[in-house]
Each structure stands twice: as C-alpha cells, then as structure tokens.
C-alpha cells in the first residue's frame, strides 16, 4: 500500500511559478512509476505528466511541454512538479499518482494509487 500527500497548491498569477510536492509512503518508491494529473471544474481528469522510476526518463502533456518539470527524490520518496509560466487555463486540483512498475504510464487507469489533490489556481 502507497499512501501519497500532495502539497504546494495555491493562488498565483498568470505567469508565475509553483512547485507541488508529492510525499510517498513506503520502501519500495524507486519501483513506481509516478506521475501527475489534473482535473478542472466540469472536466475530465487530463495526464499532466510522469517520471520513471529512476527518473531518467519523463513525459508531458503537450498542453504544459516547456513549462512544467517533473523530478523525483528516491531517497526522500517524493515526487515534485515545478510549474512555470502558469496560466489561467492551468486552473485545476492536481493529483499525484503511483503505478506498479517503473516504466512511464500516461493514463489514468494504469495507476494504482492516488492522492487526495491540491488545488492551483492561475489568476488572469
């Protein structure tokens, strides 16, 4: 059992930056594939991004390419997302999640844990 707990969430204005932290429980971090998600009011849940494993390898939606970065600390077991450039349009809670295994998953139904969300909103 993963239990994760994001923070970082918060009021910034078009343009501006936010880093979120993801704190996972658990020995076995470096086995889990991570990634991030959001979900506006009214919208579906939407991939974010994810981080292997051991961190070499990553992958973005098109929609943040640029902007966000994602990394993880394997010895802290904590996976961060560092938001810049941030627009109204980014307005969402944003979730951590975990899936078994150390390859990159980019759908929802492919993680087997989640967070309990933050929010971020992007004033204009």
């Known amino acids: 059992q993963v239990q994760l707990v994001e923070s970082g969430g918060g009021l910034v204005q078009a343009g501006g930056s936010l880093r979120l932290s993801c704190a996972a429980s658990g020995r076995t971090f470096s086995s889990y594939a991570m990634g991030w998600f959001r979900q506006a009011p009214g919208k579906e849940r939407e991939f974010v991004g994810a981080i292997s494993g051991s961190g070499g390898y990553r992958n973005y939606a098109n929609s943040v390419k640029g902007r966000f970065t994602i990394s993880r600390d394997n010895a802290k077991t904590t996976v961060y997302l560092q938001m810049n450039s941030l627009k109204p349009e980014d307005t969402a809670v944003y979730y951590c999640?975990?899936?078994?295994?150390?390859?990159?998953?980019?759908?929802?139904?492919?993680?087997?844990?989640w967070g309990q969300g933050t929010q971020v909103t992007v004033s204009s």
């Open positions: 999640a975990a899936a078994r295994g150390t390859w990159i998953k980019t759908v929802s139904y492919e993680y087997d844990y």
